[in-house]
């Protein structure tokens, strides 16, 4: 006995030493990227800003320390910064992984015209804009004076939308589908009813897919000096190879990476050497430090609400930046409003919808930033719907990009009630109820006459508030 309790002793010891090496592990980590960020970034004359696309931009900051990836803002700050520093000379970029909504894309897009507007050089790169498709970074690609791709590469491009409609598949599993939706135009809940699309949903999402369409060809048209009708046959046409992608003028040059990096090189300040390449991330840092204004200086508050809307706090504790808290934003929204130096709020929504008390929570926010004379201007991301355009309207201003897709003033409600998916796999539940309305939210119990009342009197309010304060 007393060996296996020394054998038990030492495993624990070593237990605590492996926990204890791995926070100070964790510690040494934190503390290297501490003074990595605080490191001089040194940003000689010449300075090409080089900028990767292999994560899109986030919508909010990464809440682990030590991310690289730079937040949208932060990347349009930095590219209005190079604009006018007179060490930067130019931009490249690496667009051969680019993932972005179509507003997001708008965005990027303006503010690389505008760094060209500078007068100073934009060179892009893509091994592909092919294999899978990238209609957002052509977008962004024509922004840019000098586009080069491999001479393997190709071009995919396009809008189209395929929408899942799993009624039948779910009543096949046993599993019934008992929701309610006001009205017509709210289609997300038709892929759980329905086994094809509706009249309404058609409507919309053509109305869609084609303003989308014309946005992107007026856009490419115009940054690459082409007619519109010119670039929309191109469409028609893809994919296509890198030959004919240079005919169309949609590229200027075929070459490798290397070959795009190599644009620079000739006299600075005398001498002749390359230019130096500066990542945007570290280039941000530098920017950051040199535009960091007095403390006395008036504040606008920046305040990011992306993500599906949720009550409370983010589900399992953690600061998850794909939610919107209802907690996170409306704390962010009350300090903002309780600090005498922020004059104004600058809220920027990314959201699908979500939970309506908790779009109504931060609504109400906004309405006493209001009422304490505190401007609210809304700016919206790639998606604004439901909850996030509720989130939105009570705004002094809302501005958003020409692509994105905002409204969808509606609501749907119910349940999946999986009873009879469950009795085929030999898993059977009983129980009782202490009053009828105890199972209205089960899973395992259907709606009975009382509780699809119920339900329908809870959708007609949340749409006529929704409709009535719209």
Known sequence: ??????????????GALSLLLLV???????VAWWIGSRRRVRIPRGTV???????APREASSPWPGGRSLNLRDTLQALEAAAHDPRVEALWADLSTVHLGMAQAQELHAAVLKFRASGKATVAFADTFGEGGSTAALLLASAFARVGMQPSGSVAAGFATQQPFVAGFLKRLGIEVQMGRRHEYKGAAETLLQERMGDANREATTALVKDWTRQWCEAVAQARGLAPADVMAGLDAVPLSAQAALDRKWIDVLEYRDGSRECWEGEVDGKRRKNKFVSIERYSRRAARRSRAGRRATQLAWISASGQVVRGTERGGTRRRDRMSAHRVGAALRAAIDNRRVKGILLRVDSPGGSYVASDTIAREVIRARAKKKPVVVCMGNLAASGGYFVSMFADRI??????LTGSIGVFGGKLVAKEALARVGLNFDGVAG???ATHSSALVPYDEHGRAALERELDFIYDDFVTRA
């Open 1 to 14: 006995m007393g060996f296996l309790q020394s054998l038990v002793w030492l495993a624990k010891l070593l």
């Open 24 to 30: 100070l592990t964790g510690l040494l980590a934190g």
């Open 49 to 55: 800003v080089e900028w990767s696309l292999a994560s």
């Open 399 to 404: 501005v958003a990009q020409p692509g994105t």
């Open 435 to 437: 009053s009828r309305g």
